[in-house]
């Protein structure tokens, strides 16, 4: 299965608006694994804001060539076309473009539709000129596959009170 991936211009809110009800589930599901850190108001506050950018990927059906993935998943996003397969949150820091939360629909996750979507966000970092791709993950021999290094592990625990 190929696929295209497109970023949703996440200042202009009538785009976001329209994405946000498509990944919203997806969203919802990944902050309920946080214990507490995110939250869907916080993942779309920074959306809007633009501190984050929200990338659809849709299964290209067309063959359609790179330089107009962009303009497709636009048209698919507005047209409500079948063929959603999952998003990608990323944040610009200073050293790395980070891959903030990735989300394929249950479907699609046995299928070589992750390790495409870290081609195309490498290929974009590239593209800026950012010296490394860094991203928290709980499923560190997946990452690894990808070319992944393990930094540190961010763990959470949840105060009691009492």
Not at 95 to 110: D, E, G, K, M
Not at 119 to 126: D, F, G, H, R
Not at 128 to 157: D, H, W
């Amino acid at each position: 299965m190929k696929t295209i991936m497109g970023i949703i211009p996440v200042k202009d809110r009538f785009f976001l608006d329209k994405a946000l009800l498509l990944v919203k589930p997806g969203i919802e599901e990944l902050v309920a694994i946080t214990n507490g850190e995110d939250s869907y108001f916080k993942v779309t506050s920074e959306l809007y804001s633009g501190m984050k950018q929200l990338e659809l990927i849709y299964e290209d059906t067309e063959d359609i060539p790179d330089d107009k993935h962009q303009m497709a998943v636009i048209g698919k996003l507005l047209n409500n076309a079948p063929g959603f397969l999952g998003f990608v949150i990323i944040e610009l820091w200073q050293n790395s473009l980070h891959v903030y939360q990735t989300y394929l629909l249950p479907q699609y996750r046995a299928l070589d539709v992750l390790h495409q979507a870290y081609t195309k966000i490498e290929s974009q970092a590239k593209l800026l000129g950012a010296p490394y791709i860094s991203l928290c993950t709980n499923e560190v021999v997946l990452a690894q596959r990808f070319g992944f290094s393990p930094t540190y592990s961010m763990m959470r625990k949840k105060i009691e009170r009492g």
